[in-house]
C-alpha cells in the first residue's frame, strides 16, 4: 500500500473537503482519502502508486489546486 500527501489550495469549508475527496476517490487504486482542512494536507492511501497528474487532475476537477 502507499500513501502520498498532497497539499490542496483554496478549499475553506466541509462541502471543498467533500468534492476534493469524492473526486480523488473515484482514481483506479485509491483506498482512502484524508483532508485537513486547516492546513490543506490530502493523504492518499492507494493499493498502487498513482500518478501525480491523476491527483492533480482530480483535484482540478473539483474545483482546486494542488500546490
Given at each position: 500500500?502507499?500513501?502520498?500527501?498532497?497539499?490542496?489550495?483554496?478549499?475553506t469549508?466541509?462541502?471543498?473537503?467533500?468534492?476534493?475527496?469524492?473526486?480523488?476517490?473515484?482514481?483506479?487504486?485509491?483506498?482512502?482519502?484524508?483532508?485537513?482542512?486547516?492546513?490543506?494536507?490530502?493523504?492518499?492511501?492507494?493499493?498502487a502508486?498513482?500518478?501525480?497528474?491523476?491527483?492533480a487532475?482530480?483535484?482540478?476537477?473539483?474545483?482546486?489546486?494542488?500546490?
Amino acid at each position: 500500500m502507499a500513501t502520498t500527501t498532497y497539499t490542496v489550495k483554496g478549499m475553506t469549508c466541509e462541502h471543498c473537503v467533500g468534492a476534493v475527496k469524492s473526486e480523488i476517490g473515484k482514481i483506479d487504486g485509491v483506498t482512502s482519502v484524508d483532508v485537513d482542512l486547516a492546513s490543506g494536507a490530502v493523504r492518499v492511501g492507494s493499493s498502487a502508486p498513482v500518478a501525480d497528474a491523476d491527483i492533480a487532475a482530480a483535484v482540478d476537477e473539483a474545483g482546486y489546486e494542488v500546490a
